[in-house]
């Protein structure tokens, strides 16, 4: 689908990295394996052409989607204008400069043809907002009475009223709406999702934002080759927890997540909410970028201290992990990555007398210090880590098992046809043929599919029950983690009011549990995948023996790429939820004063924590079923497509050997002899023109995986050298 004239261009000249842009090996991929895909429709049998259809329908739809979260003010907006060559593409000089999810679209047509789409709040989700999920709003009429007068509520109901006075009769009318326009100024997100708090009545500046949930901007370039979505968040640790909450629901589908801090406060002990949220993503997806390290007293030496501080308090909340930090300076961001395009607003060089930068010419040490060489490559790693890169593997393995097939059956049966048309060669008797061509005959293939159809029935309905044992199982030991962690914290409490009077408020810490249902989430999915790819393969293998003895070199069996998953584990998104335990200490108050007994307390708490974690548990576990189902669904249909295509094949060339065989009782004239040879020759160009066109798939298949090599994302040092 072309791109609309109207759709903004960013010049071809710009790029963060002169040697490539980002996602351009995955680009790449994906065009060979297009590429691959329509040289195997040449050639294939019917039974596979829906499935190469439906493969390039998919490839043409993948994107990867890269979300930036982080405090307010710690520069993430201005980070993403840096990184897009465009200092002032999104507003950043307004307080907190992001209240709704604002989407960039790169290489990517805009479904309406609009260049920048606003949706607003349907009176549903405006009513959600307002009275919270029906989960926690029943937990809290349970545990907590009168938490109608808690922040959350009181934090949507002034927004709710500043969106009616500032909207007027307008403002119910707008609800469940968008507005779309054919091009795009900065100055819109200004009306549409810059908050509004201290701005003068009379000011557009957050007209609509109370009411944006979400902000589209199509591009038609910019600084990555591959289809990428950007997202900009609302600012976490906000207090309108509105905003934290959209910035949750909005992470779950993205590929990879660039945590900004500020260098002047990283990680402070306040911030939990932000924590919080990174225990609901994976964290082998995660980058954190330490901006204005250029503000430090002695950047180089205090920026590893802050480096140090990151690193120590990442590695106490994700064990285990090797999250990738980066220091660097947006401000100079800007100054690596200036734009010449005309139709995007230049970005803000750094003031002259800068100390780190020693002049306008010397831009490659900008880059250095900025940090914008190491994030665009980071980033360029996470694109290989992405589910579109997953999609990408397995059809690159798919198309190489039937590209092999076509290949090896090609060059059976031109050797066959060699044998008996190569002048003084003896020709080979009737007996002879039929051994060469494996003893084919309708019964054996009738045989063959019968047990191919059977075999697939039983693959599917055995993986089936594999999955549903694997998640009994994977619920059993969530579950166990949560009572158990339920009974310490009880025993904790009531032995503390055993021994003491006890605080006047209490509060718990449910971030180690959230950091074990983590843990086990992944070491689960993993069994469970090793489980079911491990039956997969012995029936792969079974069905291949079958299909050896039919026509050798008609392989079913992949080769997987070492270090990558066959199957991609599931965001655990559900664990960035918000919980009871994570709402201000009046909350506790009022547990504290409602409950007189240290064993009352101690088992209110124990049921508190149960009851929060069972749904998250029953969330991570429908990941979990969700993401193995569609596995089952692709390694079904593929493997038995495979078998249908052989199987096709063969009767092909059966029907050929029979027309071969009944030659001698025709062959009465020199015109049928010549009838003959002609049809000998067209066989042969076809079979050579099959030959060459699978093994020109099976080049452009190996160019696809070279580009997809696992290339794990290391941690990057602190300061580029």
Known sequence: MPLADHELRLSEAHSPRSSARIG????????????????????????????????????????????????????????????????????TDVNPSTSAITQLHFNQPSPSGDAAIFHFFNKEEWKGLASGSERLRSLTELFVPGFEETRLRQNVAVVRSRAASRLGPEYEQLLGRAHGFGNYTPEMLLRY???????????????????TKSADIYFADGPFDFPVTIIDTPGTNDPFLIRDEITRSSLEGADAYVVVLSAQQPLAEGDVSLLRILHGLQRDRIVVFINRI????????????????????????????????????????????????????????????????????????????????????????????????????????????????????AREELQLLHSKTTPGRTRPSNAEQGQSALKLDNETIAAALEVIQQASINLEINLRDLLETAAQEQRANLMELTYNFAAEERHYLTTTLARQRGPQTWTCDVSRLRQALNIEHVKGFERSWHSLTAYSSAVAANLEALIQALMPGGSLIQQSTPGINPVPIPNPSALGQYLLFDLDQTVWWRFWRTKPSSD??????????????????????????????????????????????????????????????????????????????????????????????????????????????????????ALDE
């Open 24 to 91: 351009s090996t995955l680009e790449e991929a994906r065009r060979e394996l297009i590429a691959a895909g329509r040289l195997l429709r040449k050639i294939v049998e019917p039974a596979g052409l829906t499935l190469i259809d439906e493969v390039e329908q998919r490839i043409a739809k993948l994107t990867c989607k890269i979300a930036f979260i982080g405090q307010i003010k710690a520069g993430k907006t201005c980070v993403i204008n840096a990184l897009l060559g465009q200092g002032s593409l999104l507003p």
């Open 294 to 409: 250029d503000e430090l007293g002695d950047a180089e030496r205090d920026a590893e201290q802050v480096i140090d501080f990151v690193r120590n308090r990442l590695a106490a909340e994700f064990p285990g992990g090797n999250i990738p930090i980066i220091a660097g300076s947006a401000r100079l961001m800007a100054a690596a990555s200036l734009s010449s395009s005309k139709k995007w607003t230049p970005a803000l060089a750094p003031k002259a007398n800068h100390p780190r930068v020693r002049s306008s010419a010397d831009k490659s040490r900008v880059q250095l210090d900025s940090g914008l060489r190491a994030l665009t490559a980071v980033l360029d790693d996470l694109l290989a880590t992405t589910q579109s890169a997953y999609f990408l593997r397995t059809m690159t393995g798919n198309y190489t098992s039937l590209a092999q097939v076509y290949a090896n059956a």
């Open 600 to 717: 009352e307390r101690g088992q209110e708490l124990q049921r508190m924590i149960i009851h929060e974690f069972s749904p998250l548990v029953e969330l991570l576990l429908s990941a979990h079923n969700h993401a193995l189902n569609e596995y089952i669904d692709t390694t079904t249909r593929w493997l038995m497509t495979m078998c249908h295509n052989i199987i096709q094949m063969l009767q092909r060339q059966l029907d050929g050997l029979d027309a071969e065989r009944d030659y001698p009782a025709r062959a009465t004239d020199e015109t049928e002899a010549g009838r003959h040879n002609r049809q000998n020759a067209d066989t042969e160009s076809d079979l050579q023109f099959r030959q060459a066109t699978a093994e020109s798939a099976l080049e452009c298949l190996a160019i696809v995986q070279r580009h997809l090599q696992h290339r794990p994302v290391a941690n990057q040092p």
């Open 193 to 211: 999702i810059c908050a509004s708090e201290g701005v003068p009545t009379d000011s557009d500046v957050g007209l609509y934002s109370e009411i």
